[in-house]
């Protein structure tokens, strides 16, 4: 199923600055298959529902494997079967 | 790896109510093997992300089949390494 | 207005464990006039949608005030006006 | 206080096509004193707390009166004292 979707990771634990972590974060995104969209309050995105889901449990799998303790993240997620959801249209 | 979450579904053009859809989704969340606590703005759950994230897209797939044409779902997810993290010990 | 809501505050680069600010953010929720109901992920408050923005905005200058550096809060917001907005009956 | 947030609203009722209503909270929110950027999933603002408060009341307000009887509106909000939050920053 198509879906586009909204991924924001929060590390917790890490200090103020947040950024070493939402850029690694960012760069998983980007090595996935989706359409990828950056934006201040995370990273849009647009492809297989079943990969932004395998994303998002890589990122959280990768963040704590190289030292990050604790995470928080947003995700929204959205569907149609009246026609396939994409990003473009979203701003139209 | 073990995670807690909240999830939250809102059916779009089924109309101001969207009561049957989102007690669909409590059903499909309560047959998964998630700890489960529902409250006013969705239902927490606690278990492996794997569960979690599998339980999230069998609800889009599920109220799709049954009708519901555009689903837009919140989730928090959050997960950590000092501790396993339960939704019990967030609350006290 | 009246509306239904849910504040979730998540201090960052207070350390790991979030919880001392968590609680106070709870504290100050519950000295406002809203109906008040606290679960895992958040506080659930209904109220009057002015009171609930008041609150959300004491939340971030009294944390600031008492030595948080940084806040970042997710916070959703539900009116209606085919009948009064209220936490119970989005239970049932 | 200066602050950076990220408004998304949903109007329930209004059929499987938002876009109407959604357009009409951009234009509410660009009509405010806030930086302004758009996305897929929302708008993201960078401006005084009590002004990004307002507006979110304010779309509340006016979307009703216009006929929409239901809203769903996500917002994330960020504060922090170390320095000025700004909306481009978070993008380096």
Known sequence: M????????????????????VRRA???????NLVV???????NVEGDLED????VARIHEVLHLEG???LSTAIKLGTRTDKE????????
Chains 1, 2, 3, 4 share one sequence.
């Open 68 to 70: 990050t303790s604790r």
């Open 52 to 55: 932004i889901l395998a994303v």
């Open 85 to 92: 959801p994409d990003l473009a249209s979203k701003l139209r």
């Open 26 to 32: 960012q760069e998983l995104i980007r090595e996935s």
């Open 37 to 43: 969209q950056e934006h201040s309050f995370g990273t």
């Open 2 to 21: 198509k879906a586009v979707a909204e991924i924001q990771v929060v590390p917790i634990g890490v200090g103020v600055s947040v950024r070493a972590q």
